[in-house]
């Protein structure tokens, strides 16, 4: 075979010559391997950039205006009404006086000046009471008296000149007067606070005032902590009556016992008038006397209120209030007599573990945002996170049509008894009508309602 000068095989010679590059742009290239990329040098880190001067003549400047701003508004704070007037004509005064040349306006605004700058000693010094604050009752019902006791001690060595303390209770405010007290002394101050509406008070801080004779300036010092005062709706009492009771299979067992039920709870004698089916012959064999079963009373306790508070829905804040006073009424009654009771607004539900906590949650309540919905917006609510209630007491205003009425019932669940009470203002007497598979109360006073449940009830 032939072997043409590209074929032939390369010598020893020229092998170790090729194996030995004579150059580093010779070297062989291996297609099988990549070489290792080379790790990048990091970047530089670039110097921050320096601001011009003016840029930090603008933020000095933003700066100083934020102290100055905060120094004027702590001033502004201290003076008083009067201190303004003072102040005001002062400077009219010396502007008269010194424009026209008014010997008379410039001895009257000496004089004025006089008086505001003899009245600035009066705000230093500090007054290093003890104070404590003492609500007898933090839960009233409207129209009762809050009372309370307010207790300040000088814990120092040195004696403290009488002074002001300011009581603020929710809007308004009390002052007391706080005569001189020598070290390790108290003073006592009795008080009592008017309730004519339900809410939520804040009582406190407790300030200890510091001022002028004048009143031309004021600054207090806060020495206690605000307390909540709760003011809950009136209710009424529903003795007598058995809300949100049904006998049940699923249901819980109560405290009553039952000659007959799914719960058993012990043995007893027999009496006459006991259902021989239920005989515990194995007890009676070894007793001696006819025992019988004794069973707790089961029964199913879901109850749910569903309070509207859509504004649209009341003609006058006298509704609102009548509709809250007859849910948180039916709500205690339900506490008292099941287990489980779901209150639920437009904004969610309301914490009810007590009844307590039910009417903290009611003193709170306020009107929704319309675009909340109204009561069949709220029946739709209910009905997806209550499915098993036994009972659902719908509450709503006057302003409710029986349309809505109607397809706010027709939203909950089947099986479900419903009562729809309505809080009307022009009504004098209770009236009973049926919508549907609901019950419709409407009220026009909260006493009506004891009678009004018990008729649809019988």
């Not at 009548?322 to 339900?334: E, T």
């Not at 019932?409 to 549907?436: E, F, K, M």
Request: charged letters at 25%; proline letters at 6%.
């Amino acid at each position: 075979m032939t072997t043409t000068p590209e074929t032939q095989a390369p010598s020893r010679k020229a092998r170790r010559s090729a194996a030995a590059p004579s150059d580093v742009s010779a070297a062989p290239v291996f297609d099988a391997v990549a070489p290792a990329p080379e790790p990048e040098a990091p970047a530089p880190l670039r110097k921050p950039k320096e601001l011009s001067r003016a840029e930090k003549l603008r933020e000095d400047a933003g700066e100083i205006a934020r102290v100055v701003w905060r120094g004027v508004r702590d001033v502004a704070a201290v003076i008083r009404p009067l201190g303004w007037v003072l102040i005001g004509a002062a400077i009219l005064l010396w502007v008269v006086a010194l424009t026209l040349g008014w010997e008379e306006a410039m001895i009257a605004a000496a004089v004025v000046t006089a008086v505001v700058v003899l009245s600035l000693p009066f705000l230093f010094g500090r007054t290093t009471y003890d104070v404590d604050l003492d609500l007898t009752r933090s839960h009233v019902v409207v129209g009762e008296r809050a009372v309370g006791a307010l207790t300040l001690s000088n814990t120092t060595s040195r004696a403290i000149l009488p002074s002001q303390v300011v009581l603020p209770v929710g809007a308004g405010r009390g002052l007391f007067q706080v005569p001189r007290l020598a070290p390790n002394e108290t003073h006592e101050e009795l008080f009592a606070i008017p309730t004519s509406k339900r809410g939520v008070l804040e009582v406190g801080p407790v300030s200890v005032l510091r001022g002028d004779p004048i009143g031309l300036f004021e600054r207090t010092h806060d020495r206690r902590q605000a307390v909540d005062l709760y003011v809950h709706p009136r209710t009424k009492n529903l003795e007598g009556l058995s809300l949100g009771h049904l006998r049940d299979l699923e249901g819980l067992p109560s405290q009553q016992l039952a000659r007959d039920d799914v719960s058993f709870h012990a043995l007893r004698e027999y009496q006459p008038g006991d259902d021989l089916r239920h005989v515990h012959w194995k007890s009676t064999a070894r007793v001696g006397e006819v025992m019988v079963r004794q069973y707790e009373e089961t029964r199913r306790s879901h109850f749910v209120v569903g309070l509207s508070t859509h504004p649209d829905e009341y003609r006058l804040d006298e509704e609102f209030e009548l509709a809250i006073s007859v849910a948180g009424s039916i709500g205690l009654r339900a506490i008292r007599d099941s287990r489980t009771l779901d209150a639920r607004v437009q904004k969610g539900a309301l914490r009810a573990q007590s009844g307590r906590r039910f009417l903290d949650e009611l003193s709170a309540l306020d009107h929704s945002r319309p675009r909340e919905g109204g009561i069949v917006s709220l029946a739709g609510a209910v009905s997806a996170h209550s499915p098993q209630a036994a009972v659902a007491v719908l509450v709503t205003g006057s302003k409710t049509d029986t349309a809505e009425l109607r397809l706010a019932c027709s939203r909950l669940p089947y099986g479900v008894r419903v009562l729809a009470v309505v809080a009307d203002a022009r009504v004098d007497s209770p009236a009973l009508r049926r919508i549907g598979e609901a019950d419709v109360i409407t009220l026009g006073d909260l006493e009506q309602l004891p009678g009004a449940v018990r008729k649809v009830l019988s």
